[in-house]
């Protein structure tokens, strides 16, 4: 499981660490951003709220997430493991994911909390620019594409997530400091908290990651055998 605020990279890192041990991603962001793309009569009532709390910075309710989520316990049985980037984001969730690991008979291996300081989050996220066709996110000082908003790897055009804009980052910042925060405490007492700083270039820290989950998980994870 992936920790951190809004910004620190763990999409990044989510993609980089799943094709390193063939794990099953699971976001719930990137679910929620998908259903923005359906026709409004698509859509259920509760998945249209969920996209005007996103549009807003705000966090979905838990009952809308863990509706998602139990449609997809599917992925949580992936024979490479899984790993969730986004949820849970409230005690609420952590406490309902537990139920649903320990019904599954399914266990957490690690959570990895990706520090990094508020400054640095602010430019992350006010800089991001994320490709619409193939999910790929660039920054416009730290990692740009070679042609100005063009995404290097299928050529679409690369857009500013609505909630990546000043108004809604400070709402989502306020969200995360209440209801995720407390997340590491959770975890930490669990024994399963493990803090990784999120400074450096995504390669370093997906190294600095592994290196971690290698030395840091139980000795009888399946997951990170084949890496030790
Ligand atoms: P992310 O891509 O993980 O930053 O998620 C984008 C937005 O989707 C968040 O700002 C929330 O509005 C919503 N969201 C994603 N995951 C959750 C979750 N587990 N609980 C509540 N809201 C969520």
């Known amino acids: 499981m ?20 063939g794990a099953c991603h699971l976001s719930t962001g990137d679910i929620f951003r998908a259903a923005k793309a359906l026709d409004e009569y698509e859509r259920t009532p509760a998945l249209t709220s969920a996209l005007h709390c996103m549009r807003r910075g705000e966090l979905v309710s838990d009952e809308t997430v863990l509706a998602l989520i139990a449609e997809r316990v599917g992925c949580l049985k992936c ?18 994911l ?21 400054e640095k989050i602010v430019s992350r996220l006010s800089g991001r620019r994320t490709c619409p066709q193939c999910k790929a996110v660039f920054h416009i000082e730290a990692l740009p594409p070679k042609v100005e908003g063009v995404c290097d790897h299928c050529g679409a055009k690369l857009y500013q997530r609505e909630d990546d804009r000043p108004e809604s980052v400070r709402v989502r910042m306020q969200a995360y400091e209440t209801s995720t925060a407390p997340l590491a405490e959770f975890y930490k ?26 030395n840091g998980s139980k000795p009888n994870s399946k997951a990170f055998s084949s890496l030790r």
Do not use: H, W
């Open 189 to 214: 007492v669990r024994g399963l908290l493990r803090s990784v700083s999120a400074e450096g270039i995504p390669e370093e820290i997906c190294a600095r990651t592994l290196q971690i989950l290698v």
């Open 2 to 21: 992936l920790l951190g605020a809004p910004g620190v990279g763990k999409g990044t890192q989510a993609e980089m660490l799943c094709a390193k041990v």
């Open 98 to 118: 537990e139920a649903l690991l320990s019904k599954n008979r399914l266990q957490l291996d690690a959570v990895i909390s990706y520090d990094l300081p508020i």
């Open 79 to 96: 024979e490479g493991g899984f790993l969730l980037d986004g949820f849970p984001r409230t005690v609420a969730q952590a406490e309902a």
